[in-house]
């Protein structure tokens, strides 16, 4: 059940006309009124023929004519305006339920406390099956005006109540965190310029594209001007940025001007503060492009980041504020991944980003490293390669999943379902980002001695979960991928330990591919040591023989196993 407290209004004659009325699409069948502050001797215009809506909108705004005649300061919007809806799904509930959900609505609201016999006026109309509007004027009998602050909280509690009572569905808990919801004139409007979003849901994507890619305030508003955003700054006296607001070329009022949206009016965590405190804890000693050098990839470096997260969940502020660096990771990967895997990972970023906020104050310096891995993304120009690729996508999944058990145990409900949404996308991804990988590998399987030497390690390093990595139909890839390892010097006993410590496994669909990516994650270089000497001396060797001398050739990856199948036989 959903109550939405509209603004208030200074018309109470014109809305009781929509309420009465047919409504836009005709949809207001049979308008009465189900419950009042006194239902005795009050006019329905939908029950008595000889009721007006002059008469009724007199009947209410009675205490405010009153206050105003005697008082210097007049009250102007007066009119409280509550639709109270439920859910597709819930039963039909009679006038009667509606009448008794209202009165709890406005006691909770601070319209009518209980047993207050100089509280507002108030009705509530009903026109359809599945919702009550409720009308208030906001001047007590006494002339007081009610206390509302915080009234939308009180009525979404006293709504979870409701539900229970009555057996409705069941919503989340708000926790003043969530983004502003569309109105239905930014919908219709959208519909008639044909744009596909609102006006706020395109600027908030454009504004979350822009942080990764910016290191200070200045520089992200001169961002969002070169991306063709409109944007409205505030300064003060010393020329500091104060503010900023941001509109949609094209989303003009009725006399052409253009429309402008807050930032902290879009979401909670786009105000000005709140992204400067964000930018300043990831600014970096030099340009992303300066380290050239590095031996390892943005992509690699992105996955080492995710590595750690774990262990940086057990402080609420530092959970915080990786969460928050993790959303701006999900944004530059979709950004920059091939165009094959971006429809899924940018719906996974744009799901993720109401479980970027909370009410937990976030210490953004603590996630330095994931925000520094976002911005090498954004600014590398190479894409990256398969196994890179996998591993990062692989590894967002996990950090993903993490995210939301740690919303699940703090009891962020709206966090932790916007965090299983998007792992549902981020897995689509995953599974298309590996495909290519899992067909290359199983197509040059190890020899089958060496695939029962592999699979002895694998018992050994897990051996609660071997049988179901043995079965899983990435196996022969994951074989490969052992012996490909081993070839370059590692164990690969110590590998599958290693991988399964990154993540628990009795939770993935498929074991088998989860360890695929991270041995090649942390395989990918060679170990210096005899072993690995060895194995490139015998390959060097065996490739310098004749091919008529050469009686079995096999392949370098697979040396070193089925030399120890041959020991143990």
């Not at 939908?46 to 008469?55: M, S």
């Not at 807050?262 to 909670?268: H, R, V, Y």
């Not at 530092?318 to 920059?336: C, N, S």
Request: with cysteine; net charge neutral.
């Amino acid at each position: 059940m959903i109550a939405a407290i509209k603004r208030a209004g200074s018309n109470t004659r014109g809305l009781l006309a929509y309420l009465y009325g047919p409504g836009r699409y005709d949809e207001h069948l049979d308008p009465h009124i189900v419950a009042g502050f006194a239902m005795l001797g009050m006019p329905d215009p939908g029950r008595d023929e000889n009721a007006t809506l002059t008469e009724l909108g007199r009947y209410l705004d009675e205490p405010v004519r009153l206050r105003n005649s005697e008082f210097g300061k007049k009250v102007t919007d007066h009119v409280w305006h509550c639709p109270v809806r439920a859910a597709p799904e819930d039963r039909y509930l009679s006038d009667v339920e509606w009448g008794e959900i209202a009165q709890r609505i406005v006691q909770a609201a601070g319209i009518a406390p209980a047993g207050d016999d100089l509280a507002c006026r108030w009705i509530a109309v009903r026109h359809a099956d599945d919702h009550i509007h409720i009308l208030a004027t906001t001047v007590r009998e006494d002339g007081r005006c009610p206390k509302l602050h915080d009234s939308g909280i009180r009525v979404g509690d006293a709504c979870r109540e409701i539900e229970g009572d009555y057996g409705l569905r069941r919503l989340k808990k708000g926790d003043r965190t969530g983004a502003r919801r569309r109105t239905q004139a930014e919908m219709h409007k959208a519909e008639r310029l044909g744009w596909d979003q609102p006006s706020p849901e395109w600027l908030q994507d454009r504004i979350r594209a822009a942080i990764p890619h910016v290191t200070g305030a200045e520089e992200f508003i001169a961002y969002l001007e070169a991306g063709g955003v409109e944007v409205q700054v505030r300064r003060g006296p010393s020329g500091d940025l104060l503010g900023y607001a941001v509109g949609r070329p094209g989303d003009v009022n009725e006399a052409g001007e253009q429309i402008y949206h807050p930032g902290s009016k879009i979401s909670p965590d786009l105000s000005l503060p709140k992204i400067k405190a964000r930018l300043e804890s990831s600014q970096l000693e030099e340009h992303p492009t300066a380290r050239r050098n590095h031996p390892s990839t943005p992509w690699h470096q992105a996955t080492d980041a995710l590595d750690t997260l774990h262990t940086d969940l057990s402080d609420d502020t530092h959970a915080q504020a990786h969460i928050t660096a993790l959303g701006e990771l999900l944004e530059a990967t979709a950004q920059k991944a091939p165009a094959h895997l971006h429809a899924e990972l940018q719906a996974a970023s744009k799901a993720f980003a109401r479980a970027q906020r909370s009410q937990i104050r976030a210490e953004d310096r603590a996630a330095h490293a994931l925000r520094s891995a976002a911005r090498d993304i954004v600014h590398t120009a190479t894409g990256p390669g398969g196994s890179a690729l996998a591993a990062l996508v692989a590894a967002l999944v996990w950090a993903t999943i993490l995210a939301g058990r740690w919303h699940e145990a703090k009891h962020h409900a709206h966090q932790a379902d916007a965090a299983r949404q998007a792992v549902q996308h981020l897995q689509a991804a995953a599974d298309r980002a590996l495909a290519p990988m899992l067909a290359e590998l199983t197509a040059r399987p190890p020899r089958d001695q060496a695939r029962r030497v592999l699979a002895s390690d694998v018992r050994a390093a897990v051996p609660d979960h071997s049988e179901r990595i043995l079965t899983d139909p990435a196996w022969p890839a994951l074989a490969t991928v052992l012996a490909d390892a081993e070839a370059r010097g590692h164990q690969p006993h110590q590998l599958l330990k290693e991988a399964a410590a990154q993540r628990e496994l009795t939770t993935a669909r498929q074991p088998a591919r989860v360890l695929i990516t991270r041995i090649q994650h942390t395989g990918r270089n060679p170990a210096p040591n005899r072993r690995a000497e060895a194995a490139r001396l015998q390959s060097t060797m065996a490739g310098s023989v004749p091919m008529q001398q050469s009686r079995s050739p096999q392949p370098a990856a697979a040396t070193l196993t089925e030399q120890r199948y041959r020991r143990r036989r």
